[in-house]
C-alpha cells in the first residue's frame, strides 16, 4: 500500500489522464483485458479500505474509483474505440476536432467556460454549405522528404514548422499587397477604427507594411535551417520588379555586410 503522501499525489494525477491511463491498459485493449484491469484497480481504490487515513484520503479515493467506474463504463461500451471499423474512427474524430475549433473560434473564453452549446450552428453550417462537410486536420503526418506548396498566408494557419522553406518570386509586389475586399475592409469595419474616419494612402501603405512584417516574422519562426529567395527580374508581363520583400532584403544584406566589415 503506497504512503497517504503518495496516493493523494496519484489521484491528483488522474485528474488529466485519459480512461486508457486511468486503468493502465493499451488503446488496442479488449474487453476482458479492461474488465481485469479495473477489478484490480478497484481493490487498489475503493474508498472503504482507507477509512482510517483520513477525510482528505478518503474524499481521494472515492473521485478516483468514480473515475475509474467511469472509464471501465466507456471503456467496454460495444464499439468503443471503432476497433472493427477504423475508417469510422478517423472520421469521428477528424468531426470532433472540426466542432472544437468551431467553437473556440466562435465563442468567447466566458462562453466556453459557461458550456456554451453550438451544436446546432455547426450542424447548420455544414448543411448550408458554410462549413466544410469534411473535415481535413492540418497536422497529419506526412512523409519526412515531402515538398508542401502553398500560399504564404495559408502555411501561416497550418503553423507547421518545416525544415527548409522557397520565397517564390521575392521581386513581386504581390507580397505587398492584401486581398481587395471593399464590401468587408478588415481595418475599418473593425470596432477600433474611429467613427467617420476616412481610409487614405498612408493608411493602405502602413497596413500593407505591417502586414509584410508580420508575414516575413510568421515565415522565419516556422524554419528549421534556411530560407531560399526565388527571384525573376521580370514580372509576367515582361516589366522590372523590385518589389518591396527584395528591396528589404536588399537592404537587410547591405547592412549585414557593412556591419561585417
Known sequence: MASRTEFLAWA????TKSYYEILGVATDAMPEAIQEAFHAFALRCHPDQFVDDGADVVRAAADVFKRGVEAYEILTQAGFGFRRNLAAGAASAMLIESVRKFRLALATPTE???????GPEYVDMVEEGVVAAQYISNWQLRPAEAVLLVPAYTFLMMSRPVRVQFWLDAGSSAWHERI???????????RGWPPGAVWTDEDEVRARDEALS?????????????VYLAYCGLNERGYEQQGPLLRAVQRLLRLHSEAAQ
Not at 491528483?12 to 485528474?15: A, I, V
Not at 466556453?112 to 453550438?118: D, K, N, V
Not at 515565415?219 to 534556411?226: A, D, I, N
Open 12 to 15: 491528483h494525477s488522474l485528474q
Open 112 to 118: 466556453l467556460a459557461a458550456g456554451l452549446e453550438l
Open 180 to 190: 481587395f475586399q471593399p464590401l468587408t475592409h478588415p481595418y475599418v469595419l473593425q
Open 214 to 226: 508580420r508575414l516575413i516574422l510568421g515565415l522565419s519562426r516556422r524554419c528549421r535551417e534556411r
